[in-house]
T-cell receptor, first 115, second 111 residues
């Protein structure tokens, strides 16, 4: 079955620790995205990548880092510099077509709690 | 003004009812439009893309009005399983690879 997997589903960390969230897709999509969702707020873009070994900052990239070494994988590291890391993190992917953004498909998300 | 605005609801409707949601967007240069649904504590799932001519998928109909800068979603014959939050999504006018997400409209379909 084609899809996007994220692991783990729930993650608990102590303040001051870096943590890496996994995202893998087998849809052969070129573009991948990381969002966070907080209660009462819309999805906010952290980073996105349209091609292997290249990525761009989204609207709230501070305190996060990513890599895109393989087309299928786009891990997100939440560093200790992120001031409010507790959130629901969502990974998405899409094809790149023409000049317009295409539909994005999401993984099940990772709920990160930092105490 | 927010880039994408939706009435948060909640909309409470009985099974079988027809319900409509509107969403307004601020930038006339936006090119792509979508409706997603999100169940509680789950990921958003694509419901439908919205095309200029309007489009229908079963009980769901989406319309785009570029002149007034709004999109709409009509759900006919509501089912209990339609209870969810409906997210209006618009492409970023300055960067066509980004999406701007509304906060969502909450729908509860009651037996």
């Amino acid at each position: 079955d084609g899809g996007i997997t994220q692991s783990p589903k729930y993650l608990f960390r102590k303040e001051g620790q870096n943590v890496t969230l996994s995202c893998e897709q087998n849809l052969n999509h070129d573009a991948m995205y990381w969002y966070r969702q907080d209660p009462g707020q819309g999805l906010r873009l952290i980073y996105y990548s349209q091609i292997v070994n290249d990525f761009q900052k989204g609207d709230i990239a501070e305190g996060y880092s990513v890599s895109r070494e393989k087309k299928e994988s786009f891990p997100l590291t939440v560093t200790s510099a992120q001031k409010n890391p507790t959130a629901f993190y969502l990974c998405a992917s899409s094809i790149l077509g023409g000049g317009a953004v295409r539909e994005q498909y999401f993984g099940p998300g990772t709920r990160l709690t930092v105490t | 003004r927010k880039e994408v605005e939706q009435d948060p609801g909640p909309f409470n409707v009985p099974e079988g009812a027809t319900v409509a949601f509107n969403c307004t967007y601020s930038n006339s240069a936006s090119q792509s439009f979508f409706w997603y649904r999100q169940d509680c504590r789950k990921e958003p799932k694509l419901l439908m893309s919205v095309y200029s001519s309007g489009n229908e998928d079963g009980r769901f109909t989406a319309q785009l009005n570029r002149a007034s800068q709004y999109i709409s979603l009509l759900i006919r014959d509501s089912k209990l399983s339609d209870s969810a939050t409906y997210l209006c999504v618009v492409s970023h006018a300055g960067n066509n690879r980004k999406l701007i997400w509304g906060l969502g409209t909450s729908l509860a379909v009651n037996p």
